[in-house]
């Protein structure tokens, strides 16, 4: 079956330090990544995506993603943390076969002042 | 505002009630949905509709009843629910759906805040 991981339930970083939040997937074919960022009380909002072309894909508020084909990976990073930036994170995956969303459990993100 | 408003955006009911949730959009967009976010999973798909048809029903209980009666709203009628249905309802839109299949996997969703349910 093809599906997304989110291996952690949650990552702490302090403030003005790098932060990457891991995401592998496993599809058949090429795979079709998203990022999706939810703040407190708020719905998911889009940051980015990979379809096709460069490996390293930038994003809204400062976000980066490095699709990663032999590590099946597409983690997403920031240079330098801000405490707004904590909240949970999706990453998601088109399942080649359904043409569906496929989400993680989500990453909880807190950036410590 | 993100462009999807849901209302209302906090709802107590108990398991013999009736009630209902709305979605609205305001981005032009021809696809809808529902999902359901419950803590620690990944969210579940419930219902996709394009062009107020229903093209996904992901074997929701009858006690969930969807309803789009045009391209900017849509409705999720409660009925009889159960404790484990309490979780945040979260609809969202997109532009269109791609295929015939009803896939939408590479399609960019715009999410509303949700609605969160408890029942009691």
């Known amino acids: 079956a093809q599906s997304v991981a989110q291996p952690e339930d949650q990552v702490n970083v302090a403030e003005g330090n790098p932060l990457t939040v891991k995401c592998t997937y496993s599809?058949?074919?090429?795979?079709?990544l998203f990022w999706y960022v939810q703040y407190p009380n708020r719905g998911l909002q889009f940051l980015l995506k990979?379809?096709?072309?460069?490996?390293l894909v930038k994003g809204s508020y400062g976000f980066e993603a490095e699709f990663n084909k032999s590590q099946t990976s597409f983690h997403l990073k920031k240079p330098s943390a801000l405490v707004s930036d904590s909240a949970l994170y999706f990453c998601?995956?088109?399942?080649?076969?359904?043409?569906?969303?496929?989400f993680g459990t989500g990453t909880r993100l807190q950036v410590f002042p | 505002e993100t462009g999807v408003t849901q209302t209302p955006r906090h709802l107590v009911m108990g398991m013999t009630n009736k009630k209902s949730l709305k979605c609205e959009q305001h981005?032009?967009?021809?696809?809808m949905y529902w999902y359901k976010q419950s803590a620690k999973k990944p969210l579940e798909l419930m219902f996709v509709?394009?062009?107020?048809?229903?093209?996904e029903n992901n074997s929701v209980p009858s006690r969930f009843s969807p309803e789009c009666p045009n391209s900017s709203h849509l409705f999720l009628h409660l009925h009889t629910l159960q404790p484990e249905d309490s979780a945040l309802y979260l609809c969202?839109?997109?532009?269109?759906?791609?295929?015939?299949?009803?896939?939408?996997?590479?399609?960019?969703?715009?999410f509303g805040a949700g609605s969160r349910l408890t029942v009691l």
């Open positions: 998601a995956v088109r399942d080649s076969n359904t043409d569906k969303l496929i």
């Open positions: 981005l032009g967009h021809n696809a």
């Open positions: 969202a839109s997109s532009q269109d759906l791609l295929g015939t299949s009803g896939g939408y996997g590479a399609n960019v969703l715009t």
């Open positions: 509709y394009s062009l107020e048809e229903r093209v």
């Open positions: 599809v058949s074919g090429n795979p079709y």
């Open positions: 990979y379809i096709t072309g460069d490996n």
